[in-house]
């Protein structure tokens, strides 16, 4: 199936429980075990027995913990109202050719794994994951971004704390709003898991069908495919400008794609070799020396 391109826009309750509290404490340093704050009841009891599980040398750092999320609680609340979330999609006929999609009649390179995790493992390219051209058939690919008010980074200016914290629940809520379109998608619009039932500890931990790899991430390391997906989902329809190097504006914000195919999973391209990095800027149809300043972390030694 497909569609045509679609925004979506959310108020900051509409996505609050979809937010992953493990990577907006990561961001400020702590370890995935003080997240567990946010899935503890408000009352004192709860969390105080919350603090008292932790070992007596690890309780100042938990406090700390619980009363950045409680702070963190309390930004998104005073700007619930003031600043929306925006998401835009489209869901469009795919089919693979080797190491490329083709998306809408647009060729879209990719890259494939060319070190194994374990000896008998495939080497994974993300086209492995779509119907190939030669078999006739039409498959389907989404496309997304994702992206907050830019007004919102430019809070609190005047307080160093207040504006990183603001900043970083910012990059949250564009994750969330990724999050929550993607359910939307796999449940109602593409359809392809309508009975899907996930709480929403399942949901952030990904025990659905389908992936959505971000640019930039493991799967799509290379920045510069933004301009690629721009030119599909015209990402500026949401306020996203990309610079002359595919950073996105606002920072806080998320584009990639979408599968849906049952075995589809998450993987790192790794290291790829100068073989590969020619084949690719020749599919790329860009000169290598341009995407070795993109692909710098993945290029062999």
Not at 244 to 257: K, T, Y
Request: hydrophobic residues 40%.
């Amino acid at each position: 199936m497909k569609t045509d391109i679609t925004t979506v826009r959310y108020d900051i309750h509409d996505l609050a429980e979809y937010i992953n509290w493990i990577y907006f404490f990561h961001a400020w340093g702590f370890q995935p075990r003080y997240a567990a704050i946010a899935d503890i009841h408000g009352c004192d009891a709860c969390r105080a027995g919350w603090l008292a599980s932790f070992p007596e040398a690890e309780r100042a750092k938990a406090a700390e913990a619980m009363q950045l999320h409680k702070e963190a609680v309390r930004m998104l609340n005073k700007i619930d109202g003031k600043y929306k979330v925006y998401a835009i999609y489209r869901l469009m006929e795919a089919n693979a050719e080797g190491d490329n999609l083709w998306l809408e009649g647009t060729l879209f390179p990719l890259l494939r794994q060319q070190t194994r995790v374990r000896p008998d493992d495939p080497f994974l390219c993300l086209s492995d994951f779509v119907r190939p051209l030669s078999s006739g058939i039409k498959d389907t690919v989404g496309g997304f971004a994702t992206t907050i008010d830019p007004a919102m980074e430019e809070e609190f200016s005047h307080d160093d704390y207040q504006s990183l914290l603001i900043k970083t629940l910012g990059e949250r809520l564009a994750e969330a709003a990724a999050e929550k379109i993607h359910e939307t998608l796999r449940k109602e619009v593409w359809g392809y898991a309508k009975d899907e039932k996930l709480t929403m500890k399942q949901l952030l931990n990904e025990d659905y069908q389908g992936i959505r790899p971000a640019v930039g991430y493991p799967s799509l390391p290379d920045i510069s495919v933004s301009f690629l997906l721009d030119k599909l989902i015209d990402m500026k329809r949401i306020g996203i400008h990309l610079t002359e190097n595919g950073m996105m504006q606002p920072h806080a914000s998320v584009c990639g794609l979408m599968f849906a195919h049952p075995a589809s999973r998450y993987f790192s391209v790794g290291k790829i070799d100068e073989e590969q990095l020619m084949d690719y800027a020749s599919r790329r149809k860009i000169d290598a020396d341009v995407l070795r300043k993109y692909l710098a972390a993945n290029l062999q030694p």
